[in-house]
């Protein structure tokens, strides 16, 4: 069975840095392209970050230059570090894994695999 458990959220201040990890679990295969994305309270799911089978990152405007994302797939897992963050990156954060095409890997529908999430909230 295919498991994608979060960790590293938190709460920091304005311009602190958090390391989001997520391993995946289950597959026979490393997952072909792995995701990052976040919901606000009140607000849609949004995509933060994906990165593909070749480790070719994509990121959504508002994170571009403060968020990497990376794999291992040796250990199946992705992480998302975040640098420099803001009062509006304060969201649960989800990874997602396994898709059934490379091309925008910032849409939700693309995913197979869903984590649980995790919490991170930055405090002015």
């Known amino acids: 069975q295919v498991r994608l458990v979060e960790s590293g959220g938190g709460s920091v201040q304005s311009g602190g840095s958090l390391r989001l990890s997520c391993a995946a679990s289950?597959?026979?295969?490393?997952?072909?392209?792995m995701g990052w994305f976040r919901r606000a309270t009140g607000k849609e799911r949004e995509g933060v970050a994906a990165?593909?089978?070749?480790?070719?990152?994509t990121y959504v405007d508002s994170v571009k230059g403060r968020f990497t994302i990376s794999r291992d797939n040796a250990e199946n897992t992705v992480y998302l570090q975040m640098d420099s963050l803001k009062p509006e990156d304060t969201a649960m954060y989800y990874c997602a894994a396994e898709t059934t095409t490379q091309w925008d890997l910032l849409r939700s529908d693309r995913y197979n695999s869903w984590g649980q999430g995790t919490q991170v909230t930055v405090s002015s």
């Open positions: 990165i593909d089978s070749d480790a070719k990152p």
């Open positions: 289950g597959y026979t295969h490393s997952p072909n392209c």
